[in-house]
């Protein structure tokens, strides 16, 4: 019997999901990473297969102030994420949670864009 791994069992479930979501130019794709150090967030626009925005907790503007492994990182590349996203023009987005269970930190991220004025 072959054991699984948690990342193997996160990109099944990340393939399964990716078949139903797909960003487009009204509502790019929200897709989160997730790492034991770091999280990272990108707004992608999968019809033109272009990066909107992008950020993470080892981005240049982030690196050093926050930790990539409590909710307060998630919460500030949250922010950071839906403040660059607006910039770009972008208001509404699907979220992709990239196979991750919803929560935690993963679910510390979509708070916080929310609150910082994206919807999904």
């Known amino acids: 019997m072959a054991t699984i791994n948690r990342r193997a069992t996160a990109a099944k479930r990340h393939r399964r999901a990716r078949k139903k979501i797909s960003g487009t130019t009204e509502r790019p794709r929200l897709a989160v990473y997730r790492s034991n150090k770091h999280i990272a967030a990108q707004v992608i626009n999968d019809e033109t297969a272009n990066t909107l925005a992008a950020t993470a ?33 972008v208001k509404k987005v699907v979220f992709d949670c990239g196979g991750n269970l919803y929560h935690g930190r993963v679910q510390a991220l979509a708070d916080a864009a929310r609150k910082a004025g994206l919807e999904f």
């Open 57 to 89: 907790t080892y981005a240049k503007g982030l690196r050093g102030k926050v930790k990539g492994t409590d909710k307060a990182g998630a919460e500030a590349v949250g922010k950071a994420i839906a403040e660059m996203a607006q910039a770009a023009g």
